[in-house]
């Protein structure tokens, strides 16, 4: 009878709502409506159960296949620069920090000479300047000592200032072997100081200023690039020494590049102090006599072509006609 007792409220809600309000209220009522469904979660809730995935069952989400991992980085590897050539020193007039003394290599039957004037202070009176000309003017002989930096290495006999020379580009870094870096003699009444790099006066440097502003960058990164790869090739009880090395290096070069006349105008000095550093790391690294994976020569400006006009046939030449 209760079927009966429900017709009255089924015929007020066909009335009001209409025949398909009507039929999902039955539905509702006797659970087989939506009431009787669990609902399904949409595919992005996490957790949840999306629409059937190929060969899996109604509702399920197969697992993503594994990705395979990144390779790892390759290690970084250490950077050569062009070694400097001897010949293009030979013959050359240098100064100490490019304005006082004077030092002339030169290759006599196979074996470097040098002419050099040590400029200095007087012992007597040390704000008055002098000059000795070692072996009384005479060259002198030089010891070649092979390549341990990445650089021709030669050194003098004189046994009043024996002397350490490097050969860098278009400079010479000299460096006393006695102790202090000063050199005393006393018949000359002179004291000098040899210890600094040896290259062309500021006049020479200054129009390549920006040439070597551009090849400064490329040797200052090749010595970074040589400083990380050391350290990261060396035991964990040679790091320390090595960044200790480092430092000094900076410290030594802005020591000696401040005395360089005009450095802050062309950075000369930099630029070769770096370059050396670059190829003695390199060396270390067993990259001695290898091929140069970088160069410290400013790139050439590409030229743009001229702009095309209509109507005009332009020669090989600027400014040639075209034909009649």
Not at 10 to 24: D, E, I, K, R, Y
Not at 120 to 128: A, F, K
Not at 138 to 152: F, H, K
Not at 281 to 294: F, H, I, N, S, V
């Amino acid at each position: 009878m209760q079927p009966f007792r429900l017709l009255p409220l089924l015929a007020v809600l066909t009335a009001v709502s209409g025949p398909a309000s009507a039929q999902s209220f039955l539905e509702e009522l006797f659970g087989i409506g939506r009431a009787a469904r669990p609902p399904v979660p949409p595919a992005t809730v996490p957790g949840g159960r999306g629409p059937a995935a190929p060969g899996g069952l109604p509702g399920e989400v197969l697992p993503e296949s594994p990705r395979p991992a990144p390779a790892p980085p390759a290690p970084p590897k250490p950077v050569v620069l062009r070694t400097p050539s001897d010949e293009a020193v030979l013959g050359q007039d240098l100064q100490q920090n490019g304005n006082a003394g004077s030092l002339r290599l030169e290759r006599a039957g196979g074996a470097f000479t040098a002419r050099i004037t040590l400029p200095g202070t007087r012992i007597s009176q040390p704000t008055e300047s002098c000059k000795v000309p070692l072996a009384e003017g005479n060259p002198v002989a030089l010891a070649e000592q092979g390549r341990p930096n990445g650089v021709t290495r030669l050194a003098s006999s004189d046994a009043a200032c024996p002397l350490r020379m490097e050969i860098l580009e278009g400079s010479v870094m000299v460096t006393p072997l006695s102790e202090p870096d000063s050199c005393l003699f006393q018949a000359a009444d002179c004291a000098t100081t040899p210890k600094g790099l040896w290259g062309p006066g500021a006049s020479l440097l200054l129009p390549r200023a920006q040439e070597f502003d551009g090849a400064r960058g490329v040797a200052d990164k090749a010595v970074r690039e040589n400083y990380k790869v050391m350290t990261q090739r060396a035991r964990r009880e040679d790091v320390r020494p090595i960044v200790t090395e480092q430092a000094a290096f900076s410290s030594e070069r802005e020591q000696i590049c401040r005395a360089y006349v005009r450095e802050g105008s062309h950075g000369f000095c930099h630029l070769r102090f770096s370059e050396a550093r670059a190829l003695s790391l390199a060396t270390r690294l067993g990259m001695a006599g290898a091929a140069p994976t970088a160069s410290a020569a400013p790139r050439t400006p590409r030229r743009r072509p001229a702009p095309s006009v209509d109507g005009m046939n332009p020669g090989p030449f600027e400014g040639a006609a075209g034909p009649d």
